[in-house]
């Protein structure tokens, strides 16, 4: 079932169609960080060395009204990457027609175009986000074959992903295969032992990870706001902390299925308002105080999870182990980095919007073997489901 890479593909003189994730942060016609373009280079050079026409397109934010499309145009985006690039980019402000055809025929090997916002046609019946097949064929009819590097949007069934696959050879770009290889190849066949940890604000967000990791991992090390629904579950009183009164039955019912799997925090670090200012002390889970609430995982749990991920050969990592956007109760976010970056040996994957963010934020980025770049797609891929975006890229 393997699919076919970028690399498979013969993409001399071919014109190449590139679903990149250009799905950038602007503020004001600004790119406030251009990570996933930089992210993007390695696929785009390798067409263009391979003497390819590259022709690329993305989505960027949600197209609702006509007035959306001022802002979230493109244009700086390909400005950008002819930047990052060191050469032209032909962006061109259309999603179809004949301005769009004729920039295309004007290509000659090497040269690389951008096109409009694929969300643009979204205005018109949401062609793109329902994966309209007259679209979908007609962007295929573009190109010669297909080249999908967007993981992000992996999880959807666009126009401009399944869409194009259906109707052209395709293959995956080299961050999509990255992301194959370490979810989705880890996760159904790891190395062992392979420890999950788990955090982040919710259970109701993570029910669905919860449930697949528990089928294949050997230890789940669960922190941050969720811990506090299963310490419930176990009798405990856990003051004013984060609860999901109605997921206590479903912890409980995690707990007995888990058979031992699941290690829950022994300590936390309690204060009494949402606040970096406060006072702060830790306190075992059994004395967690009534009017206090759990921001953090405390030091005993920092050294229980150390031991736990002694050893350990696959550590997948979803949701930060407190709320590190303060720096008092990032301690144990940094902790759980630290005893990771220790590992020799191991494959160590972490995916998730806030998680990545976190490990970037607080320096151990080069620390893990991979950073996911989806954080909707990292999150139902380690639940195991098929994404069709990747499903749909044709197999070796
Ligand atoms: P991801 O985006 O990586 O999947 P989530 O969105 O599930 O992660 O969770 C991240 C959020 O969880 C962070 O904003 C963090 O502040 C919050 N969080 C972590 N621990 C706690 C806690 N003990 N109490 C409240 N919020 C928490
Ligand atoms: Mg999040």
Request: proline share 4%; charged share 30%.
């Given at each position: 079932m393997a699919k076919k890479i970028v690399s498979d593909l013969q993409l001399k003189d071919k014109k190449v169609l590139v679903r990149v994730d250009f799905n950038v942060p602007m503020k004001d016609g600004s790119i406030t960080n251009d990570n996933r373009i930089v992210e993007?280079?390695?696929?785009?050079?390798?067409?263009?060395?391979?003497?390819?026409?590259?022709?690329?397109?993305?989505?960027?934010?949600?197209?609702?009204?006509?007035?959306?499309?001022?802002?979230?145009?493109?244009?700086?985006?390909?400005?950008?990457?002819?930047?990052?690039?060191?050469?032209?980019?032909?962006?061109?402000?259309?999603?179809r027609g004949e301005k769009l055809e004729s920039a295309i025929d004007q290509l000659k090997s090497g040269d690389?175009?951008?096109?409009?916002?694929?969300?643009?046609?979204?205005?018109?019946?949401?062609?793109?986000?329902?994966?309209?097949?007259?679209?979908?064929k007609y962007w295929a009819s573009l190109g010669d074959v297909f080249?999908?590097?967007?993981?992000?949007?992996?999880?959807?069934?666009?126009?401009?992903?399944?869409?194009?696959?259906?109707?052209?050879?395709?293959?995956?770009?080299?961050?999509?295969?990255?992301?194959?290889?370490?979810?989705?190849?880890?996760?159904?066949?790891?190395?062992?032992?392979?420890?999950?940890?788990?955090?982040?604000?919710?259970?109701?967000?993570?029910?669905?990870v919860i449930e697949n990791?528990?089928?294949?991992?050997?230890k789940i090390l669960i922190g941050g706001g969720m811990a506090y629904t299963f310490l419930k579950a176990q009798g405990k009183e856990i003051g004013q902390s984060l609860l999901e009164e109605d997921k206590i039955d479903l912890a409980n019912d995690l707990l007995a299925r888990a058979n031992g799997k699941i290690v829950l925090p022994v300590d936390g670090l309690v204060t009494k308002e949402f606040s970096n200012d406060g006072e702060i002390k830790a306190v075992s889970v059994d004395e967690i105080p009534q009017d206090l609430q759990s921001l953090d995982i405390g030091p005993k749990t920092i050294e229980l999870f150390k031991s736990e991920l002694q050893?350990?050969?696959?550590?997948?990592?979803n949701g930060p182990m407190g709320v590190f956007e303060m720096s008092n109760f990032a301690k144990g976010t940094i902790g759980v980095c630290e005893a990771i970056a220790e590992l020799s040996d191991a494959t160590t994957i972490i995916g998730g919007g806030d998680s990545a963010a976190a490990a970037m934020q607080l320096g151990f980025a080069e620390k893990f073997t991979h950073i996911s770049t989806g954080g909707g797609a990292s999150l139902e891929y380690l639940e195991g489901k098929v994404l069709p975006g990747i499903d749909s890229i044709s197999e070796k």
């Open positions: 993007a280079l390695p696929t785009i050079k390798y067409i263009i060395e391979q003497g390819g026409k590259a022709i690329l397109f993305s989505h960027l934010g949600k197209v609702k009204t006509e007035e959306d499309k001022e802002k979230l145009s493109l244009a700086p985006v390909a400005k950008r990457l002819s930047e990052l690039l060191e050469k032209e980019v032909t962006f061109v402000p259309e999603t690389v175009l951008l096109f409009e916002n694929t969300r643009f046609e979204d205005l018109d019946g949401k062609k793109e986000s329902k994966n309209d097949p007259e679209l979908g080249v999908n590097d967007a993981f992000g949007t992996a999880h959807r069934a666009h126009a401009s992903n399944v869409g194009v696959a259906s109707n052209l050879e395709s293959a995956a770009g080299f961050l999509m295969e990255k992301e194959i290889k370490f979810i989705g190849d880890v996760v159904a066949n790891p190395e062992r032992p392979f420890v999950a940890i788990l955090g982040g604000a919710k259970v109701s967000d993570k029910i669905g990791l528990l089928n294949v991992a050997d050893g350990a050969k696959t550590v997948v990592w």
